[in-house]
């Protein structure tokens, strides 16, 4: 019995340094840097476009690529389509993206959605505290978190989210964490 225990750790063991391997090489291709172990994520509350308050813990049990941004950033604005094209090929029970508006009002950030609402949440750090907590250095930064909230990779600038690569890192982080 606990020679089959051992062999199974062994087993699953060397499936999760493969996993975090194939990781670290599947979010270079997708343009991020991959951390070489998980970095607990600050946790954080913040108002949504609604009113509504939500937290890290409101997204627990899902991957999220979490995007620092601001309506008056051109490189945000740019990529922000992408977001959205990536939330409707991926977006659902397993993964989502939150986007945090940083240091933007919400009247800036409804004028730049144009009256629309994004098929994700978008939340507003009106003091830019959360930003910090994470260490955004600016705007864009984005990061992909585990379903249990911990930082995987991070990217600092523009990117277009819903390439090829991006989603192959995106379904292999949400298949490792199940």
């Known amino acids: 019995m606990i020679r089959a225990v051992a062999v199974l750790l062994l087993l699953f063991g060397g499936v999760a ?13 997708a343009g991020m840097e991959a951390y070489a ?13 609604g009113g509504e308050m939500r937290g890290k813990r ?34 659902g029970r397993d ?20 009256g629309r609402r994004p098929a994700f949440d978008v939340l507003l750090d009106d003091d830019g505290k959360t930003a910090a907590d994470y260490h955004a250095p600016g ?7 585990d379903r249990q909230g911990r ?7 523009p990117q277009q989210w819903d390439s090829p690569a991006m989603q ?6 949400t298949v490792i964490g199940q």
């Not at 340094?17 to 291709?29: T, V």
């Not at 930082?151 to 600038?157: D, I, N, P, R, V």
């Not at 192959?168 to 982080?173: M, S």
């Open 168 to 173: 192959r890192l995106i379904r292999a982080t």
């Open 95 to 114: 993964f989502t993206v939150l986007a945090i508006a940083v240091a933007d009002g919400e009247s800036a950030v409804g004028r730049f959605l144009e």
């Open 151 to 157: 930082l995987l990779a991070g990217k600092t600038g």
């Open 139 to 145: 705007v864009p930064v984005t990061y992909l978190l």
């Open 58 to 91: 409101d997204y627990r049990g899902r991957v999220v690529l979490l995007n620092f941004w601001a309506s008056w950033c051109p490189p945000c604005r740019e990529e922000f389509p992408s977001l959205e094209r990536l939330q409707q090929a991926l977006g």
């Open 17 to 29: 340094a493969a996993a975090g391997a194939g990781l670290e090489e599947l979010a270079r291709a």
């Open 37 to 49: 172990v998980p970095l607990k994520a600050p946790n954080f509350e913040l108002r949504g476009l």
